[in-house]
């Protein structure tokens, strides 16, 4: 899926009809523009969502040993969808080694996690994960273990952006 929407929508042959911009210069051209690259990270940000979603209530479900989602939004993460758009902007922009990208992500997700624990426990009062009982964490936002796992993910969606790409 994410190759087919880079080949839609990054592709200058095809994201445009007819294969050119209908404005070729000027602000018209500038709005085009920022619109299809809006769309491009929405759809990045939908399915990062929803395939963080599937991770997360997998990884939870096996261990409660029962159905647990865990999230706000049924079939849905935000922070996975956040991490997604993150990552991606990371993997195009940045002129780096892959295992830089994949480092410089896993610090990037980490601090994505520890802001969105600060900004749910402000705005909605509650705490959505707590890693207070983890060896190694900082006020229960984040934690060693998790950090690895956030590192072993995002080596594997590199490793796959690459395969698509």
């Not at 299809?36 to 969502?49: D, E, Q, R």
């Not at 479900?61 to 935000?78: A, E, V």
């Amino acid at each position: 899926m994410v190759c087919y929407l880079q080949l839609v929508i990054r592709s200058s042959s095809n994201a445009y009809p007819g294969g050119q911009p209908r404005f070729s210069r000027g602000w018209l051209f500038v709005l085009e523009t920022v619109i299809i690259s809006s769309m491009y990270y929405f759809y990045i940000f939908i399915f990062g969502g929803f395939l963080g979603w599937i991770l997360d209530t997998a990884f939870r479900s096996l261990q409660d040993k029962r159905y647990s989602p865990g999230t706000l939004i049924p079939f849905f993460s935000i922070i996975y969808g956040a991490g997604a758009v993150v990552l991606d902007v990371l993997f195009v922009y940045a002129p780096l080694a892959a295992y830089l990208q994949v480092l410089v992500g896993a610090v990037l997700v980490v601090l994505l996690e520890l802001l969105s624990g600060l900004i749910a426990l402000a705005v909605l009062k509650r705490r959505l994960w707590n890693y207070e009982t983890s060896r190694f964490n900082y006020r229960g936002f984040i934690d060693l273990q998790h950090s690895l796992y956030w590192l072993l993910l995002i080596a594997a969606y590199r490793a796959a952006y690459q395969f698509f790409r």
